[in-house]
T-cell receptor
Framework: AQSVAQPEDQVNVAEGNPLTVKCTYS??????LFWYVQYPNRGLQFLLK??????LVKGSYGFEAEFNKSQTSFHLKKPSALVSDSALYFC???????????????FGTGTLLAVQP | AAGVIQSPRHLIKEKRETATLKCYPI?????VYWYQQGPGQDPQFLIS???????DKGSIPDRFSAQQFSDYHSELNMSSLELGDSALYFC?????????????FGPGTRLTVL
């Protein structure tokens, strides 16, 4: 079964510093990986995805993620954090257990990013 | 750009009552997914539809049912509500159900069962 793990419940970073939110995956076959952000009382907003190609994926709001096959990781990064980046971040993997016929997302447990001014 | 619309945004019901949640996907999106997010939890997949047919089923109770209509909007019907059904219910839509396409989420319906 496909799964993702987010080992950190919370990440604290000072504004202007680089940030990393960790995600590791476990899949059979090729992984289709996604990052979403959730602000309080809001829906999930798509940030970026890895399907194939370059290991460094660039997304919205200056975020990027690095796909590392050997470490089965897909960490979310940003060179310089903003206070407005404070939110809940979810890593997700596409579930392809049934020969690709099912495409639901399986989410990690989420990481709360707190950026201090 | 048009986004996924969900209604109502907030809903308060008593135990054993019924509730209907509506989802209007992004125009031209033919695939709809429903997720349930409990307090402090990650979203859990409930059910999905592609071209008005159920395409997958997750941890959806038998008390719940859903369908997708000819205009691609979807409704989640919940009966015999229980306290544990209190959660944020998200609808997401995507284009053609392909694994490559990201899902776009609506703002959610917050259901409170008293």
């Amino acid at each position: 079964a496909q799964s993702v793990a987010q080992p950190e419940d919370q990440v604290n970073v000072a504004e202007g510093n680089p940030l990393t939110v960790k995600c590791t995956y476990s899949v059979s076959g090729n992984p289709y990986l996604f990052w979403y952000v959730q602000y309080p009382n809001r829906g999930l907003q798509f940030l970026l995805k890895y399907i194939t190609g370059d290991n460094l994926v660039k997304g919205s709001y200056g975020f990027e993620a690095e796909f590392n096959k050997s470490q089965t990781s897909f960490h979310l990064k940003k060179p310089s954090a903003l206070v407005s980046d404070s939110a809940l971040y979810f890593c997700a993997v596409r579930d392809l257990n049934y020969g690709g016929a099912t495409n639901k997302l399986i989410f990690g447990t989420g990481t709360l990013l707190a950026v201090q001014p | 750009a048009a986004g996924v619309i969900q209604s109502p945004r907030h809903l308060i019901k008593e135990k054993r009552e019924t509730a209907t949640l509506k989802c209007y996907p992004i125009p031209r999106h033919d695939t709809v997914y429903w997720y349930q997010q409990g307090p402090g939890q990650d979203p859990q997949f409930l059910i999905s539809f592609y071209e008005k047919m159920q395409s997958d089923k997750g941890s959806i109770p038998d008390r719940f049912s859903a369908q997708q209509f000819s205009d691609y909007h979807s409704e989640l019907n919940m009966s015999s509500l229980e306290l544990g059904d209190s959660a944020l219910y998200f609808c997401a839509s995507s284009l053609d159900g392909s694994a490559y396409n990201e899902q776009f989420f609506g703002p959610g319906t917050r259901l409170t069962v008293l």
